[in-house]
């Protein structure tokens, strides 16, 4: 299936819709294989102990299979998240970014399927891997 929106596009995208956010995170890449998503990771993404918190990393997670679905379908707003599943393996790397690698494994008409390995900038261990569900509005 072609790409519908590329790394700019995604990147207005989440910048026009989700402004609030849009500051956290970077499209690194888009493709065919997939998307890898950069979360800029801050101060206010620590949690007690100094390691990225899980509300953060699930945050990086969302996010790029939302915008892997939207690389294929387009600027389709309204599509959300219906189940979800997150798997904390190890602890992310202090000082560095998180990276958040999305598969599309199914895309219907009116779902998506997928999974997202989150990594520690410059690591090959994963530090987390989640598995989303995400519903498409009908076409109208």
């Known amino acids: 299936m072609e790409l519908r929106l590329d790394t700019a596009g995604l990147s207005g995208f989440l910048e026009r819709e989700f402004g609030q956010v849009a500051q956290d995170f970077a499209v690194e890449r888009v493709g065919p294989e997939g998307l890898l998503l950069r979360l800029k ?12 918190s899980g509300p953060s990393i699930f945050a990086l997670a969302d996010v790029a299979m939302y915008l892997a679905i939207l690389s294929r379908i387009g600027p389709v707003a309204l599509a959300v998240t219906t189940n979800s599943s997150i798997d904390f393996m190890r602890k992310p790397v202090a000082g560095r970014d998180l990276l958040g690698e999305a598969r599309l494994l199914k895309l219907g008409r009116s779902l998506a399927v997928g999974d997202v390995l989150v990594r520690s900038e410059g690591q090959a261990e994963p530090v987390a891997r989640a598995s989303l569900t995400y519903s498409i509005p009908p076409v109208r």
């Open 41 to 52: 990771v801050a101060e206010r993404h620590l949690r007690p102990g100094g390691t990225v």
